[in-house]
């Protein structure tokens, strides 16, 4: 049986998660933002997976879906709001080292970076690379997008553009702290 | 067999929908959003509709889902960004002439509007009642909540506090226009 590349790009996903971290990239980010809401630091939740659904039944209690597809998504998987501000972003991994691949983005979700940007909101990837979480900004995937013609951002780029985000117990991942430092730098803490 | 109430809730949907108006309410804000993509005056999506998978079989050339249940969902359906600010949203349609019935709106819901507000955010409802689209103020409906022990909010409460939202052929529902005369006033469109 032939499976398309992104099936298999999700088994090694599956692979360096639960071998190497014993949590999902996607978990430990959940979690971080619920403890953000928790403590109404943020309001941002993950987008459900996009499908089709092409049959339901009704069973005795709730309705089930018996046949559903999964859709390529033209956004980025989490949004919402922190202090007052539009954020928009996703999270990625690679077990690449020193490059990340522009294949782990697709097209639009680029377009939709771009136009995040465009209208004031504040737009990132998080990347999982070496052994780190990495915050890459919008501006810096665009700029090194529209200036050079290579497939994959060289690790030395997230390296120096990029920001390590600190892994904590609670949050899991204060990503908000590196929003701090670029974008509130005036806030009193 | 029983349906729970929220599957008759859906019947009745469906049935004024196309019934009275040959277009979903759904539709009709998704093709608005898209217009608004289009000419890039808002960046507002649909989220995804949200379930729990739990069977994934793998066909010739991608994954089915053949098994998923639907969640009850803890946010709004609709948000993005319009002029730098946080927008979040939810449609909601009523067969009754004199008051909109507040189990439409789930209590989780209802929490997370007050939490939008409060980060800075713009949060409302677009509620079809009476052969009208009503733009209703997330402001307007936690001030009815938090000072009327009542189940709805009566129909002279919509007439009063929201407004008719305009319908046109591009967009088919023009809701941005309510929000530059609510929020925006000062701005030279």
Chains 1, 2 share one sequence.
């Not at 998660?17 to 309001?43: K, P, T, V």
């Not at 600190?166 to 204060?174: A, G, H, Q, S």
Request: aromatic share 14%.
């Amino acid at each position: 049986m032939q499976y398309p590349s992104n099936i298999k790009k999700d088994y090694a996903k599956k692979n360096i998660s639960y071998a190497n971290r014993g949590m999902d990239l996607e978990d430990i980010i959940n979690q971080s933002n619920e403890y953000y809401r928790e403590i109404n630091r943020a309001i941002i939740y993950k987008k459900p997976t996009p499908i089709t659904i092409s049959e339901v039944k009704y069973g005795n209690k709730e309705r089930i879906i018996t046949k559903a597809y999964f859709r390529t998504p033209s956004t980025l998987d989490y949004n919402g709001i922190y202090k007052g501000k539009y954020i928009d972003f996703d999270a990625k991994e690679t077990l690449n080292h020193s490059a990340f691949p522009l294949a782990n983005i697709h097209e639009h979700q680029l377009d939709h970076m771009r136009k995040i940007v465009l209208h004031g909101g504040i737009s990132f990837l998080i990347i999982y690379m070496n052994q780190e979480y990495y915050y890459l900004d919008a501006n810096d995937i665009i700029f090194f997008i529209d200036n050079y013609t290579r497939k994959s951002i060289p690790f030395t780029y997230i390296e120096d553009k990029g920001k390590i985000i600190p892994k904590k117990i609670k949050p899991r991942l204060d990503y908000l702290n590196i929003l701090d430092e670029l974008y509130f730098k005036e806030d009193d803490r």
